[in-house]
């Protein structure tokens, strides 16, 4: 029987990636250890595991695997959160990009994709949106087809729409979907310049130039030398003068501020320079 205060080991964690690494190829060597290890304690507490249990569930059913990730990597998320950050990024980004004839917008960890609408909401309202194209992209493959719906619970809707009116928009959110019963739909005249794909930000490479890329509560789950690289990658994904917006939980570091200017510092929105 599992109790509270049942827990698993820096060690044991150790072994457990090992185990996922070879069986699974996924390799979760650079994340936070302390982050990685409250959430598989989380999983073993919630789900009344040995850890036994989990490993023999983690080397023989894919399935749960898979479901063992969403637990791990999901990265909690909602339409227009932190809206003095939406707010920033209409006052100081799109000002600067309104001369651009074609705008690429990549949102790295996208989770179920509310923060994606709520940057295309966000540049339809500049009357920018038909020149821009949307790229979110996650490790989740479920989390992923839950964003490509756009279907979200009406209650959590309601708490977007406060949030929306926070960021200092004239218009209402409900301008964006179609209610039906407990769920709303986004309109598909908001999804048509989205798409959504599988990318790791531990592993994979460039993939397009962007001007801006928004990556937030993401960094946090990565050591330092993953976050490092991490940087690398979106500096090089970046094009010339092109934004980053990494919210008010992380930041550049100083070796990294060479290469960039500081837009906003309560936001964290930098302009790659050189």
């Excluded at 005249?189 to 794909?197: A, D, I, T, Y």
């Amino acid at each position: 029987m599992h109790t509270e205060t049942d827990t698993i080991s820096y060690s044991e964690l150790t072994e457990l990636i090992t185990l996922i690494k070879n069986v699974h190829g996924f390799d979760f060597s650079d994340y936070s250890a302390a982050s990685l290890k409250r959430r598989v304690t989380r999983i073993i507490q919630l789900q009344k595991l040995t850890l036994f249990d989990l490993r023999t569930l983690l080397t023989n059913d894919p399935d749960y695997f898979e479901s063992f990730l969403i637990e791990v990597t999901v990265n909690v998320t909602e339409m227009f959160r932190d809206p003095q950050f939406y707010k920033s990024v209409s006052e100081n980004i799109i000002p600067y990009l309104r001369s651009y004839q074609r705008i690429k917008v990549w949102n790295a960890g996208c989770s179920t994709g509310e923060e994606l609408y709520s940057f295309a909401i966000l540049f339809s309202e500049e009357d920018l949106y038909e020149r821009c194209f949307f790229y979110g992209t996650d490790i989740n493959v479920d989390v992923l087809e839950h964003a490509k719906t756009g279907i979200y619970d009406l209650q959590k809707m309601r708490h977007y729409s406060e949030n929306y009116q926070k960021t200092g928009i004239m218009h209402t959110l409900s301008n964006y979907y179609t209610a039906k019963y407990d769920a709303v739909s986004i309109n598909h005249s908001l999804k048509k310049n989205v798409l959504f794909s599988v990318h790791n930000l531990a592993s994979d490479g460039v993939f397009n130039e962007f001007q801006v890329i928004s990556c937030r509560n993401v960094l946090i789950y990565f050591n330092t030398d993953l976050q490092k690289k991490v940087i690398e990658l979106f500096y090089n994904s970046l094009a010339n003068f092109g934004f980053l917006c990494l919210g008010s939980k992380e930041t550049l570091r100083s070796t990294e501020l060479s290469r960039f200017k500081v837009i906003d510092k309560k936001n964290n929105i930098y302009q790659k320079i050189g």
